[in-house]
Nanobody, 123 residues
């Protein structure tokens, strides 16, 4: 599975961005897809995930502000980010196929990764 992210950029605090992740194959062929973000010092942390049956998971820090969704026909994963804060600044990565049974592992647990897209939120 190849993943290509897009949609990152520079936005002011309080603004919105929508990230996209185009997959090379059917996104229903993997058990889950997710968005991670990486910042120096914190490493790569799970932001949101969606399983093949549509169950979603969100990190506490983004609940109520971010929404993960997918377009099965277009094999595309999205992350709608609203009410952005400077602390949301990070490189955002799309991931597919969870090799762990949940979303609470302290390390990244997905097999396939995109190249990342930078999100910068100015104060």
């Amino acid at each position: 599975v190849q993943l290509v992210e897009s949609g990152g950029g520079l936005v002011e605090a309080g603004g919105s961005l929508r990230l996209s992740c185009a997959a090379s194959g059917s996104i229903l062929s993997v058990n889950a897809m997710a968005w991670y973000r990486h910042t120096p010092g914190k490493g790569r942390l799970l932001v949101a995930a969606v399983t093949s049956n549509g169950t979603t998971y969100y990190a506490d820090s983004v609940k109520g502000r971010f929404t993960i969704s997918r377009d099965v026909a277009e094999n595309t994963l999205y992350l709608q980010m609203n009410s952005l804060k400077p602390e949301d600044t990070a490189m955002y990565y799309c991931a597919a196929q969870n090799v762990y049974s949940g979303f609470d592992a302290p390390i990244p647990t997905f097999r396939y990764w995109g190249q990342g897209t930078q999100v910068t939120v100015s104060s």
